[in-house]
């Protein structure tokens, strides 16, 4: 083993040395750091709490509790833990796309209601 290696590997094409965060040698730096980004997943689970929350808060007042919301709420907490983990995995997703994702697809299953799918029965059956 060759201990006069470099502590950061060398880019083959031009000898600089990479540099190397959380042991990948990407080249380039990471935005803001490891505290930062911990503080963003914070702030998007905050986030999706809080729509999530509205969200059963307004259907229950709406449409009385069922299993059709019990559904919803499962679609929005599966959805969202899908999306905190891969923005935990993947640095080029940041907050704001993540945020955003994140309340399209609530609105997205808002519009899936009872009511529509009844419509789309009666249409599609007629």
Known sequence: MDRTAPASPEDPGTGHRLLCYGGLATGRPVRGGRMKRQHDTRMLLFCMTGSAFLFIAAAMSLSGVDLFLAAQAAALILGGVTLVSLFKR??????????????????????????LVNALAAYLTR
Do not use: E, N, Q, T
């Open 90 to 115: 993947y640095h080029g997703l940041d907050l704001f796309s993540a945020a955003l994702i994140y309340l399209l697809y609530v609105l997205m299953i808002a519009l899936f209601s009872p009511r």
